[in-house]
């Protein structure tokens, strides 16, 4: 498939996309910051830097913080692991977890315990009380923060969908860890500094797939995959190596040819919905030199 227009057409429209919503949460966020103890931030393990919110540390300042990779059932765990070292030697507290695993649930109370406990172990040396300890969960669409909300809170007490946007505003909830989180919608920056990283995004299902032209994120994803996964790319869409045929493969395989003519778009959401529904595991599309 002809994908020459790749770039213009990412640049021209969309690397500057930065809804308004996502602006107001970061000004309420400024606001309520100074309550916060905890931060959560996830991101995606399968895109470590580019699910990494740029302007955060502008943002929570010098509060204590976890670093949550989500989805590690999905990552290409050795390529994750270099990234995991990368921000372990920048100091983050990092945990790599499935959010549906109740024993890495576990990890990250574990590590939220010891800033509790230190916390609260300095109030006690000046004579105070233990805390109410207020706790937020920051991150990017679809990194799990509901999921994760949800396994505090012991019930559902938030919306999870595998799309952006299901959280839409600021809300102090109750957990079964005795502490106050409070919920945020996802946010991005705004201006993403490549069509590699908005398509990363975009890919993984981080922004909207009407942002972007479908078409040029199902040849990223395939491209991704016939550079690093080429196995993948053989046993999910019957491809060896990408070529001007593999459109052809895909839907003569999907039934998405009729009258000779290849319905592009039936194809390309069939590529992005093999990733969005989760079919397509152990990929890491961010990639970190040794």
């Not at 109410?132 to 991150?139: L, W, Y």
Request: positive net charge; aromatic residues 8%.
């Amino acid at each position: 498939m002809n994908n020459n227009s790749d770039n213009q057409s990412v640049a021209k429209s969309n690397i500057n996309w930065y809804p308004g919503h996502m602006k107001k949460t970061k000004d309420e966020l400024k606001k309520v910051i100074p309550l916060i103890d905890i931060v959560f931030e996830i991101i995606d393990s399968r895109i470590p830097e580019s699910s990494k919110i740029r302007d955060i540390d502008s943002l929570i300042k010098d509060k204590k913080r976890i670093l949550i990779m989500s989805k590690k059932d999905l990552c290409d765990l050795n390529e994750t692991n270099k990234w995991i070292k990368y921000y372990e030697s920048k100091g983050y507290k990092v945990v790599l977890c499935n959010l549906n695993d109740q024993n890495d649930y576990k990890i990250i109370i574990s590590a939220c315990n010891e800033i509790i406990n230190q916390i609260n172990k300095k109030r006690k040396e000046k004579g105070m009380k233990p805390k109410e300890i207020k706790a937020t969960v920051i991150g990017i669409p679809n990194v799990g923060k509901s999921t994760f909300i949800n396994k505090l809170a012991g019930k559902k007490v938030t919306n999870v969908g595998n799309m952006p946007g299901v959280t839409k505003s600021l809300n102090w909830l109750k957990t079964k860890e005795k502490m106050l989180i409070l919920d945020t919608p996802g946010i991005l920056w705004p201006k993403f500094e490549s069509e590699k990283i908005a398509l990363n995004l975009a890919s993984m299902t981080a922004i909207n797939e009407n942002i972007l032209p479908i078409n040029d994120i199902s040849y990223y994803i395939l491209t991704m995959l016939n550079e690093y996964y080429p196995n993948i790319l053989k046993e999910r869409f019957k491809i060896t190596k990408l070529d001007d045929d593999s459109y052809n493969i895909i839907a003569a395989n999907i039934g998405a040819i009729k009258n000779g003519e290849i319905d592009y778009k039936r194809v390309s959401m069939y590529i992005i919905n093999e990733i969005k529904n989760e079919k397509i595991k152990g990929i890491t599309f961010d990639r970190k030199d040794d």
